[in-house]
């Protein structure tokens, strides 16, 4: 059984940081890209970063010199250190994981809400 558990977030003033962290159990981590997708009340929900086994990353626009991706393959952990947050970049993260280009599966989402 697939698991994918976020954790991290939470209310933070603009211009703070967060790091989120996705723990992820039941697949093989090492293959697997994983990703980071946020959804803003109203809103679609969208891409914000990705990193593939191999290690490479990219970015939203909108996030490109503030939001940074990164895997620990021994942890089963993908984390997003997220800075000089925005009032915009709230939203419900998700952490989803790609095994395959053929399967996919999503955590449950956390709240990060930025706000003085």
């Known amino acids: 059984q697939v698991q994918l558990v976020e954790s991290g977030g939470g209310l933070v003033q603009p211009g703070g940081s967060l790091r989120l962290s996705c723990a992820a159990s039941?697949?093989?981590?090492?293959?697997?890209?994983m990703s980071w997708y946020r959804q803003a009340p109203g809103k679609q929900r969208e891409l914000v970063a990705r990193?593939?086994?191999?290690?490479?990353?990219d970015y939203a626009d909108s996030v490109k010199g503030r939001f940074t991706i990164s895997r620990d393959n021994a942890k089963n952990t993908v984390y997003l250190q997220m800075n000089t947050l925005k009032p915009e970049d709230t939203a419900v993260y998700y952490c989803?994981?790609?095994?395959?280009?053929?399967?996919?599966?999503w955590g449950q989402g956390t709240q990060v809400t930025v706000s003085s």
């Open positions: 039941g697949i093989t981590f090492t293959g697997t890209t």
């Open positions: 989803k994981a790609n095994p395959s280009p053929f399967s996919s599966y």
């Open positions: 990193i593939t086994r191999s290690g490479s990353t």
